[in-house]
């Protein structure tokens, strides 16, 4: 073979590739398209039943020269391309996407810019107990001039028989002390019917891991002009964790916090298993800020710092902890919770730690 008959053949193969191209752009543009009427279906986007039905169309169009086994091959990388298309155009059309809004969500609290690029910091502890209790553990968060606490009144327990917390009474209770020392409320409310009553109590409104796809909860504080903090549910993969951000903010409100708290894992060493690289994606992800629960995630008092320190070099946007005035009686979590004096010792660790390494504090 001449070399110009070589050259006119590649001609032929530029040519065909270019058809190729613009056919399976056109299929791709037809593929959006279902891609848009499946999700309005609510249908699932793969369909084995329809990937069988082209693929014995084509066997039996099939004239060669190429083989069926590399035609199915061949159609089979398209159709898993046209999933993956529709995957990512739902993701790029979502509210919460960083596509969607490229600058960082920032939450003013009580004066405080989260997710304005300084580490924010909500301690407190694991539940109301009683208004001295709580009285303590403000007077050592707003000794340093921090603006949260956090306590819970309701408390979603795995045991009925476990203590549920004090309700609007520990509500009260943990106000009384938050104004007491200029600090903003963050608690978890557990069904929208306690929301109403919640609100002249509570400034932040926390939904937990165990609420993260309670989907009526939910709409229901999408719809409150107060900010929400979402925590990942235990067994939840990011994408279902952003899934449900975007009912809250589908339902109007944007002001929403991304809480990591440890994921369920075969590892017992830790009472969950911090799942650290969650942050950065959810930061790529979405523009919404990023704390840690780093209480909850490790289930340990000796990690609490190095789970701290992890979070904030990662690009966190906020570490939250528990604090008690006397761990050893707590009603709940007695085991992970700092005393007064740790927590001094731990936030003092922390502050050095950003300094030496010139974070922003
Ligand atoms: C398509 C994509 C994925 C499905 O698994 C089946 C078919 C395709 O590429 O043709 C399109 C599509 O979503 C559909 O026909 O329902």
Redesign the pocket.
């Known amino acids: 073979m001449s070399n110009l008959e070589l050259e006119q053949l590649r001609e032929k193969v530029d040519a065909v590739n270019l058809q190729i191209l613009s056919l399976i752009n056109e299929r791709a543009s037809v ?1 959006q398209e ?2 848009k009427a ?1 999700e309005k279906q609510g249908v699932n ?4 039943l ?2 069988r039905h ?1 693929l014995n169309l084509l066997k039996e169009n099939n004239a060669g020269p190429l083989d069926q086994k590399t035609v199915d091959h061949i159609f089979k990388e ?2 898993k391309s ?2 993956d298309m ?1 995957e990512e155009d739902i993701r790029k059309a979502l509210l919460v996407s960083r596509k969607k809004k490229a600058e960082d969500t920032i939450i003013n609290i009580n004066g405080e810019q989260v997710g304005a690029g300084d580490p924010s910091f909500i301690f407190g502890p694991c539940a109301v107990e009683s208004q001295e209790q709580v009285m303590k553990v403000a007077e050592a968060i707003g000794g340093k001039g921090l603006k949260m606490i956090r306590g819970g009144a309701y408390k979603p327990r795995t045991s009925p028989y476990d203590f549920q917390g004090l309700g609007l009474e520990g509500l009260k209770m943990l106000k009384k002390a938050a104004d007491q020392y200029n600090l903003a409320v963050v608690s978890e409310i557990v069904t929208p019917s306690h929301l109403e009553a919640a609100l002249d109590y509570v400034d932040v409104v926390q939904v937990g891991a165990r609420n993260m796809q309670n989907f009526e909860l939910l709409k229901a504080v999408g719809s409150i002009n107060k900010p929400v903090l979402l925590k990942r549910g235990m067994s939840a993969t990011v994408d279902e964790f952003i899934h449900a951000a975007e009912y809250i903010i589908a339902s109007g409100n944007e002001n929403i916090i991304l809480c990591e708290r440890g994921i369920r894992t075969y590892e017992k060493a830790t009472r969950n298993t911090l799942d650290i690289s969650a942050v950065p994606i959810l930061k790529q992800e979405t523009h919404l800020p990023v704390f840690v629960d780093v209480t909850h995630s490790t289930g340990r008092r000796d990690l609490l710092l190095p789970a701290a320190k992890a979070a904030i070099a990662i690009g966190a946007d906020g570490v939250m902890a528990e604090v008690h005035p006397d761990p050893a009686v707590a009603l709940s979590d007695a085991q992970q919770q700092m005393d007064i004096g740790q927590f001094d010792e731990y936030y003092d660790a922390l502050m050095k730690f950003m300094k030496q390494y010139e974070m922003k504090m």
């Open positions: 593929i279902i891609g499946k986007r793969y369909d084995p329809r990937e082209m398209i159709f046209a999933l529709q």
